[in-house]
T-cell receptor, first 114, second 116 residues
Framework: GQQVMQIPQYQHVQEGEDFTTYCNSSTTLSNIQWYKQRPGGHPVFLIQLVKSGEVKKQKRLTFQFGEAKKNSSLHITATQTTDVGTYFCAGGAYSGAGSYQLTFGKGTKLSVIP | DSGVTQTPKHLITATGQRVTLRCSPRSGDLSVYWYQQSLDQGLQFLIHYYNGEERAKGNILERFSAQQFPDLHSELNLSSLELGDSALYFC???????????????FGPGTRLTVL
């Protein structure tokens, strides 16, 4: 079945440093979504990428979808303590039976040292 | 607040027991998804219902079942519980743009299940 690998599992950064998490799929994706889960909270949708090579920005966050639609990245510039949480990518793809499924990576837990 | 509600918030039970988790989607959302989150497994997709019909199944055990009712709320039934079933169970709903797959999901606060 479809697998979505996400690295690193943990990342500790000093406040003000940049942070990047990477997502790789075993199969070509139809789309990729990114979610953030604060400690003790629930996942919250951040963004969706659909087109090959697509790049989207949200303030200090930059999201990329690879040309082959098998990988994606989230980059945060100048991290702040409010960025703390676990970032999940979720790859969408159709199975051989034609049903669509969103598969989540295991997430990257970001800690920011003030 | 995502608009998705889940009850109960916490559930403590014993091995071998059966429990029911309840989810109410956001107003107007026809799709409901169930996920299991444990410490080392991330978010595992269990099942997806759209307007009362099962749409997709993930890694859902045979001891688990779900349904979506005419009022669109959903229940996840877990039976013959084992210690390893202890986890956070999330429900999510997505906007009604047909049965389109590319909809963002809005997660509820989760139900924390502890099996002793």
């Amino acid at each position: 079945g479809q697998q979505v690998m996400q690295i690193p599992q943990y990342q500790h950064v000093q406040e003000g440093e940049d942070f990047t998490t990477y997502c790789n799929s075993s199969t070509t994706l139809s789309n990729i979504q990114w979610y953030k889960q604060r400690p003790g909270g629930h996942p919250v949708f951040l963004i969706q990428l659909v087109k090959s090579g697509e790049v989207k920005k949200q303030k200090r966050l930059t999201f990329q979808f690879g040309e082959a639609k098998k990988n994606s990245s989230l980059h945060i510039t100048a991290t702040q303590t409010t960025d703390v949480g676990t970032y999940f990518c979720a790859g969408g793809a159709y199975s051989g039976a034609g049903s669509y499924q969103l598969t989540f990576g295991k997430g990257t837990k970001l800690s920011v040292i003030p | 607040d995502s608009g998705v509600t889940q009850t109960p918030k916490h559930l403590i039970t014993a091995t071998g027991q059966r429990v029911t988790l309840r989810c109410s989607p956001r107003s107007g959302d026809l799709s409901v998804y169930w996920y299991q989150q444990s410490l080392d497994q991330g978010l595992q997709f269990l099942i997806h219902y759209y307007n009362g019909e099962e749409r997709a199944k993930g890694n859902i055990l045979e001891r688990f079942s779900a349904q979506q009712f005419p009022d669109l709320h959903s229940e996840l039934n877990l039976s013959s519980l084992e210690l390893g079933d202890s986890a956070l169970y999330f429900c999510a709903s997505s906007p009604n743009r047909g049965a389109s797959s590319y909809n963002e999901q809005f997660f509820g606060p989760g139900t924390r299940l502890t099996v002793l």
